[in-house]
């Protein structure tokens, strides 16, 4: 069963920092393009960061760019999200998501995306 597990949301304060971990079971990441998305309540879902299979590049939307890195560790088959100076306006739940492809670009459209973890809680606030 193809399967993908987010961990390490929580609680932090205006500033601080977290890392997001996503772990994929049941397949081999190395031919996937990875992305984390995310969802604050009454919003439309937000793609924040993906990595190709290829090259691992990556990409950010101007809304978090010089403040989250994803990265990949393909022996731990996991995902990384290390996200830095949150703000409040970063609250949401955040869920990976991967797609099989040999590329070295990735995107940031949901639709491209099969496969999902259940998601993790990232609250910012003093």
Do not use: H
């Not at 869920?95 to 993790?120: F, H, K």
């Amino acid at each position: 069963q193809l399967q993908l597990v987010e961990s390490g949301g929580g609680l932090v304060q205006p500033g601080g920092s977290l890392r997001l971990s996503c772990a994929a079971s049941g397949f081999t990441l190395n031919y996937y393009t990875i992305a984390w998305f995310r969802q604050a309540p009454g919003k439309e879902r937000e793609g924040v960061s993906c990595i190709s299979s290829r090259n691992d590049n990556t990409y950010y939307p101007d809304s978090v760019k010089g403040r989250f890195t994803i990265s990949r560790d393909n022996a731990k088959n996991t995902v990384y999200l290390q996200m830095n100076s949150l703000k409040p306006e970063d609250t949401a739940v955040y869920y990976c998501a991967a797609y099989r492809i040999v590329s070295r670009l990735c995107v940031l459209s949901g639709t491209q995306y099969n496969y999902w973890g259940q998601g993790t809680q990232v609250t910012v606030s003093s």
